[in-house]
């Protein structure tokens, strides 16, 4: 057993408004066990290869009552001898296991740590990865937990029907990207909205969108979705909350449906946005369900089932936005609440 | 054949902000037939006994975009030869019939106009009353619509269990006190809110709900929600929306369900309140669905099934307000959106 540097990146203090890359700070004198201590069970010592930066992280970045995710526990400099790295999904290679499940140089996906080796006890979240023919960065998106996220959203939540008109908002990320395409494939006419002139480009014509808008240039939401909806949008794949909604209820159809994962517009505010037009829930009869992807990981295996073979036969395409080492991933989770991200963020630690 | 006298209820000019009786006017100067006209088909003649008031007419007192439901037409007082009575739920009895399903003394509930005679073309909503041993008036209530709308949203949208915790709003009211009560057979913990101490006497000592408040007296709904429910709210009955609907959302448990038929606090606005913690949708995993009780009568004859039983074993309770004659409907309705009415708000236009 031997001592190994660790560098980590923890959260400074709880944030308020957007965060800023110097709400976290690189630790760069931390150590770690090369094998687990003794005794231990049901723990792995895994090396982190990649990170995923995602939304939701933002979440847990400030005190919330009752939150969904656990708050990151902020460090000050003083304290940096207590290790509390930020948490995350990420790929990683198993160094040592006390674990049945796991044996070493296992590669797994799941919930671990920001910092270059990890110890996770009781692994609740950790799936060994079979295919290794495609990219491994991909178990942080489309084999990973936002893969499952459109999956589970789209196919079981919005129940699409060939035909249906879809709307996906921040449709050039991680998630929104994959609903596209998994529309199409059901027969759907979807259009996304995104951020920049780029990703207009890429959802129309890398991920076969039917049409998609840029709507930092819309001066009036409801008027493009109707523009893009004259007919009115049967499902709606909720990225961002807020205005979104509130124009996206306006323009919904009889019966519609909206699959609720997260709502990014709202993160960085103190209070939510209003949402003015709720009574539309009983006249156009809609539903709208909120869900956490991790209550539904049962349907892993399903969704690989489904997903490997439209990789391989290349029905499906998957963009990511690679940012190298550690040291990096602070800006590169901070860009995601700005758009600065064209798909899937991820932060490559180490290659394998 | 002969021509009657045929007094109506007529709206006056769209309404802004909350309906006044001035809204309406009382036209004693029109006539109908006795016989329906040669040659009508699939049509019924009633003489209308008991008219429903019911919170929903409201959104057909405005013109609306895409409207669910029909927009009353205003008649100016010169228009008045013009038959446009307001359009609502009741109980009738045919006096004459071209309809295959309908014949003369049938006593039928659903759409019919507030007038003393009626011709109901192509019924879409006209059910025979075969259970005549309640009173008939029921079926403007428990045995009709509303008791729809209390079975339907509560059983078949938030599909309760056993122990879990209820909150119904406007719970006085022609469906609220059919929720409580069902909740309670369901083996819930229930909660009520409605606006006056004699509702929150009824709610506690009638219905049979564990607890009530009265919202008009309580400062901060979110605190009196916290106080009646420690451990959250899984179903919300939502008949109120807006305020309300914010400060039930942060208390809602996760995996909480919401059945929306209707947001009655928000008709008189011209802006809907604004909900700001939509994200706890996402969070707290929470299902909302909106409907419409007229897409679900389909299930009316398994609604009776279940309640004629409870009716006759004194198992549920019902509350009625009764106004006599048509000249009394305009205060009645208009009563409902200040509270004034204590259970079901009818109208007596004959009796039998």
Request: hydrophobic share 40%.
């Amino acid at each position: 057993m031997e001592q190994v540097k660790n560098k980590q990146i923890v959260l400074k203090n709880y944030v308020n408004g957007f965060p800023k890359e110097t709400d976290m700070i690189l630790n760069d004198s931390s150590t770690i066990n090369n094998k687990l201590p003794q005794g231990s069970n049901d723990s792995v010592l895994v090396k982190n290869l990649y990170l995923s930066c995602d939304p939701y992280m933002r979440i847990r970045m400030h005190e919330t009552e009752g939150a969904a995710f656990g708050t990151f526990t902020p460090g000050s400099v003083v304290r940096l001898n207590i290790r509390k790295p930020l948490v995350g999904y990420g790929v990683a290679k198993v160094i040592d296991s006390s674990h049945p499940e796991f044996k070493k140089d296992d590669l797994v996906w799941g919930e671990t740590e920001w910092e270059e080796y990890s110890i996770i006890k009781s692994p609740m979240t950790l799936f060994k990865i079979e295919h290794t023919y495609v990219p491994l960065s991909y178990y942080t998106g489309i084999l990973g937990m936002p893969g499952m996220t459109a999956y589970f959203g789209f196919y079981e939540i919005c129940a699409p029907k060939k035909g249906e008109y879809v709307f996906v908002s921040a449709a050039a990320g991680a998630v929104g990207q994959l609903v596209g395409q998994f529309a199409k494939l059901s027969g759907c006419y979807v259009v996304g909205s995104a951020g920049s002139k780029e990703k207009i480009e890429l959802l129309k014509n890398k991920y076969g969108f039917d049409e998609a808008f840029n709507y930092k240039e819309e001066h009036d939401l409801n008027a493009a979705l109707k523009r893009h909806f004259p007919k009115g949008i049967d499902i709606y794949f909720e990225n961002v909350g807020g205005k979104m909604l509130e124009a996206v209820l306006s323009n919904m159809r009889l019966n519609g449906r909206i699959s609720a994962c997260g709502m990014v517009s709202q993160y960085n505010l103190e209070q939510g946005d209003g949402v003015r037009n709720l009574f539309l829930f009983v006249t156009k009869r809609l539903r709208m369900q909120g869900f956490i992807v991790g209550d539904h990981y049962h349907l892993y295996p399903k969704y690989m089932e489904m997903i490997i073979p439209l990789i391989k036969q290349g029905k499906v395409c998957y963009i990511e936005d690679v940012v190298e080492g550690l040291e990096s991933a602070p800006a590169a989770l901070v860009g995601l609440y700005s758009g600065k991200n064209v798909g899937k963020q991820v932060v490559v630690v180490a290659r394998e």
